[in-house]
């Protein structure tokens, strides 16, 4: 594995030049301090014997300004280690999924086992290859094996530990094997599972020597209060969707089984709108924020959903919780920036028709001055920044959209009267710093930029910080603009190796500009072989239709004159093509219309 060239947590990050910067913010090691650790025997079925014992422990994290504590519990070796290294080596030459992670947009890099307690619903998961033959195999061998450890002793233990909100009906409806390395995907943003009333992870290998970093726990995405759960192989987590929790890794290869828990029973018929619905009613404002993201998931079209949803996150924002406040944020800037051109489009109206509006007046009848009412969209805008900068001591996507707003005040200016707003762009960057301080990736990303252009930084402009900052972000437009810059005419930075290698990671990341890099590079090199798989790399991780029909091209220009080879390769290339046309790219429609034409002639 190529890892010499990464941000590592545990030590400095280095560029070409080999000069030491600080570490990325997100770099620690610290653990869980789990308590009350004592062996846990869960009988068998039939009660005539054990099914599993082992010990465990817990701990409790508790927000910052609401007094909600989330709880997380420790099982050791709930599999055996033989039972995860034999699911790990099922798995290991398997192709896993490349669509694109609803946390963070970046691929998804995971295998599906089951959804609803079969194999046959993973077909109804969008971007999930579930009908390949190979595919199917496996994961008929997967259930094979995990079945009779959920059924034994998975399921059981966690009605147990959560009677209260199962009631003996919790379920898993998800069931998935997620890797992380450092050529796909080290990271997975800090986020709760709503979507889940209880979560099982289980580590497949182990914390220390098969990997640094790991999932780790936080209660607000500052790295000051991120812990790491330190999984041996076997281990298992189990928590709730109000735990706040994230994946990183420094060194090594990471692979985890995942279970996802409805309390419908088998059938995975439940209403998560009865989620946590007891403790949001006493004002809990975590739980009033897990309902407000849920009421989409039981929406039936008619907008009510919506509207709840909204009623429950200003409860949660009034209650203090400062993701409630961020996301009630960006809710009114996007209500005020539509609210804003409804109101532009009726002054033109007024201005058209010579409507002296009473709203603009500014003169009373008697010559006094009247003040200027504000308009309503103003009134939105300063109500979200008043909730940005509420959450931002607690929350870094909040002290990052603080920053966002400082640059963009700071680029108006500049537009405006270009050279006056220095200081401007020197606030932005201080609070982006912040941020970053905090654990926020698109912070870290803005640093980059700043950086590589000189602006709003005392240093002037720092291509070696740029490189460093884009690759602590840990994004895929981070890693491609590292690679960019070693790929400049300064002699000092550039290093065509290390662009490489940063491009391919971005690539693997899913970015489609990365990914084009590469086919041209390769292309260049005449080496039309490798263009033909960062081709299928583009298709397979963004169903680019151009990438479709330069690979149905390339393959047929390579296909040989064996007859065989080449019916074999023209079947190949055609399902690239008429996909690509399928998609409505005009090259391949036409190169269609012209194939058959020949073919016909013929």
């Not at 800090?190 to 889940?196: F, M, N, P, R």
Request: with cysteine; aromatic share 8%.
């Amino acid at each position: 594995m190529r890892n010499s060239f990464l941000c590592l947590l545990a030590t400095a990050c280095t560029t070409a030049a080999a000069r030491v910067l600080e570490p990325c913010p997100h770099a620690t090691s610290e653990v869980v301090e789990f308590t009350g650790n004592k062996t846990y025997t869960l009988k068998s079925s039939d009660g005539g014997g054990v099914a599993w014992s082992g010990e465990h422990a817990s701990a409790s994290l508790e927000w910052p300004r609401i007094g909600h504590k989330a709880h997380v519990n420790v099982l050791s070796e709930l599999i055996s280690k033989q039972e995860a290294a034999s699911l790990i080596d099922l798995l290991d030459d398997q192709k896993f999924d490349v669509d694109k992670d609803t946390v963070d947009r970046m691929t998804t890099y995971e295998f599906y086992l089951q959804k609803n307690g079969n194999i046959a619903d993973v077909a109804t998961i969008p971007g999930k290859p579930a009908h390949s033959a190979t595919r199917r195999a496996v994961r008929e061998q997967a259930v094979a094996m995990t079945q009779p450890i959920i059924d034994e002793r998975i399921v059981p233990l966690v009605n147990e530990l959560y009677p209260e909100d199962c009631h003996g009906e919790c379920y898993p409806c998800f069931s998935f094997v997620r890797q992380y390395d450092p050529e796909h995907r080290t990271t997975h943003q800090a986020h709760l599972d709503i979507q889940a009333l209880v979560t099982v992870v289980i580590s497949l290998n182990s914390y220390g020597p098969d990997f640094e970093g790991g999932l780790y726990v936080s209660t607000g995405n500052s790295h000051d209060d991120t812990r790491y759960v330190a999984l041996q192989s076997g281990d298992a987590v189990i928590h709730q969707s109000d735990l706040l929790h994230g994946v990183r890794i420094n060194r090594g290869e990471r692979w985890s089984w995942i279970l996802w828990f409805y309390d419908g029973g088998p059938s995975c018929h439940a209403d998560p709108a009865t989620w946590f619905r007891g403790k949001a009613d006493d004002g809990d404002p975590l739980a009033q924020f897990l309902l407000a993201k849920r009421a989409h998931m039981t929406g039936d079209g008619s907008g009510s959903s919506e509207q709840t949803g909204r009623e429950w996150l200003e409860k949660s924002a009034s209650g203090g919780f400062a993701r409630a406040e961020n996301d009630l944020a960006a809710l009114y800037f996007d209500e005020a920036t539509e609210l804003e051109a409804k109101e532009q489009k009726m002054e033109r109206i007024q201005k058209q028709f010579a409507v002296k509006s009473k709203v603009e007046a500014e003169v009373d009848v008697d010559g006094s001055v009247v003040a200027k009412p504000i308009k309503e969209s103003v009134r939105l805008k300063q109500k979200a920044v008043d909730l940005y900068k509420s959450a931002s001591e607690y929350e870094a996507d909040a002290m990052y959209n603080v920053g966002r707003l400082a640059l963009a005040e700071a680029l108006e200016q500049a537009e405006r009267k270009p050279g006056s707003a220095g200081e401007k762009f020197t606030k932005a960057v201080n609070l982006f710093a912040q941020a970053a301080a905090m654990g926020s990736n698109l912070a870290m990303f803005n640093l980059g930029v700043a950086h590589n252009n000189g602006a709003g930084v005392t240093t002037g402009k720092d291509l070696e910080k740029a490189v460093h900052w884009f690759q602590c972000a840990e994004t895929k437009e981070g890693m491609r603009r590292a690679a960019a810059i070693y790929r400049m005419d300064d002699v000092a930075m550039q290093n065509l190796t290390l662009s490489t290698q940063l491009y391919e990671r971005a690539a693997l990341m899913g970015d489609s500009i990365a990914q084009w890099q590469l086919i041209e590079d390769t292309h260049k090199a005449g080496n039309d072989f490798k263009a033909m798989d960062w081709l299928k790399v583009a298709v397979e991780h963004n169903q680019d239709a151009q990438a479709m029909y330069t690979l149905g091209r390339l393959i047929l220009s390579n296909s040989g004159t064996a007859p065989g080879v080449r019916a074999q390769a023209e079947r190949e290339a055609m399902e690239y093509l008429t996909h690509s046309a399928a998609l409505g790219w005009k090259q391949a429609v036409e190169f269609l219309e012209k194939w058959k034409r020949d073919r016909s002639t013929a």
